[in-house]
């Protein structure tokens, strides 16, 4: 599940290096901390938290499968 989240997140930004993933594991839940360069939080937060919203949104799709709860917090 990282893996989509990562693909999804370099797709985004142009300064890779600056991102990481961080994730978190409970026994029903997963919480992945996101963290990019500063002036790129834009990128991914987009308009009015459209882009925001969709990753989360497919995310959660994932983690349905396997049974999972799924937060994602996005630190600049």
Same mark, same amino acid.
């Given at each position: 599940?990282?893996?989509?989240? !990562?693909?999804?997140?370099?797709?985004?930004?142009?300064? &890779?290096? +600056?991102? $990481? @993933?961080?994730? *978190?594991?409970?026994?029903?839940?997963?919480?992945?901390?996101?963290?990019?360069?500063?002036? !790129?939080?834009?990128k991914i937060?987009?308009?009015?938290? &459209?882009? +925001?919203? $969709? @990753?989360?949104? *497919?995310?959660?799709?994932?983690?349905?499968?396997?049974?999972?709860?799924?937060?994602?917090e996005f630190i600049g």
């Open positions: 599940m990282k893996e989509v989240l !990562e693909t999804i997140i370099l797709n985004l930004v142009e300064n &890779k290096e +600056a991102v $990481s @993933i961080n994730e *978190l594991n409970g026994e029903k839940s997963i919480v992945f901390e996101v963290k990019v360069a500063e002036d !790129e939080m834009g937060i987009g308009r009015q938290g &459209k882009v +925001a919203k $969709s @990753i989360r949104t *497919l995310m959660k799709a994932i983690a349905g499968k396997e049974n999972k709860r799924i937060s994602i």
